[in-house]
């Protein structure tokens, strides 16, 4: 299992715009392609304007394939203008889980 998370730095005081939108329909789209959210988050301290979002995988490969669906899909081409100018940067990390890891070890760290 490998997990993606993915940092996005909004415009100041955007936060609450890009979340109603993806609470209203930009989430339902991600969960139907890219499956398993382990959270969404938003910053309160440390930098602010943060969205924080992760999601779980068994592999790149599938990892890959879950976006390519998400990107090809009419209805999130459709949602993403209304949060496309509200983020500043965006930023994903691959992680792996340690063996103690309450979210499930890996085999070969």
């Known amino acids: 299992m490998l997990y993606e998370i993915r940092t996005y730095r909004l415009k100041n005081g955007s936060g609450p715009e890009y979340l109603k939108a993806v609470g209203e329909s930009g989430i339902a789209i991600q969960k139907q392609h890219l499956g398993s959210l382990v959270g969404y988050f938003s910053s309160e301290i440390g930098p602010l304007n943060e ?23 009419p209805q999130w081409q459709a949602f993403l203008p209304r949060i496309r100018d509200l983020i500043v940067t965006a930023d ?5 889980p340690a063996s103690f890891s309450p ?3 890996s085999t070969g760290a």
Not at 55 to 61: C, N, R, T
Not at 92 to 96: A, Y
């Open 92 to 96: 994903s990390k691959i992680m792996t």
């Open 51 to 73: 969205i924080v979002h992760i999601w779980a995988y068994e592999s790149l490969d599938e990892r890959q394939r879950r976006r390519s669906l998400l990107a090809a899909d």
């Open 103 to 105: 979210l499930g070890g």
